[in-house]
């Protein structure tokens, strides 16, 4: 089964810019596109960005040139370079399979908070 440890989360202050990373097992990941999800207080968890097995990207028109995703098929880890960060980005952010792997898949996740 697959599972997904994510890291990187912190306080930052708005403008800033934060480097998530997410660390992927139990499945063959260099085969599936990844996407990182984030999900902010008393809204559904929404995809933010994907990647395809072959690195075309993705991304939601609120994040798009601000957010970069990448993957390194070596270290099964999929990363989310987020800057000029705004207080809209709180959120907890999640990796997982695009589209996900199942309800039982998803980590723990990553607290961003964007405040001054």
């Known amino acids: 089964q697959a599972q997904f440890v994510e890291s990187g989360g912190a306080l930052v202050q708005p403008g800033g810019s934060l480097r998530l990373s997410c660390a992927a097992s139990?499945?063959?990941?260099?085969?599936?596109?990844m996407g990182w999800y984030r999900q902010a207080p008393g809204s559904q968890r929404e995809l933010v960005a994907h990647i395809t097995n072959t690195g075309s990207t993705n991304y939601v028109d609120s994040v798009k040139r601000r957010f970069i995703i990448s993957r390194d098929n070596v270290k099964n880890t999929v990363y989310l370079q987020m800057s000029s960060l705004k207080p809209e980005d709180t959120a907890v952010y999640y990796c997982n399979r695009f589209p996900p792997a199942g309800l039982n898949s998803w980590g723990q996740g990553t607290q961003v908070t964007v405040s001054s």
């Open positions: 139990g499945s063959i990941f260099s085969i599936y596109a």
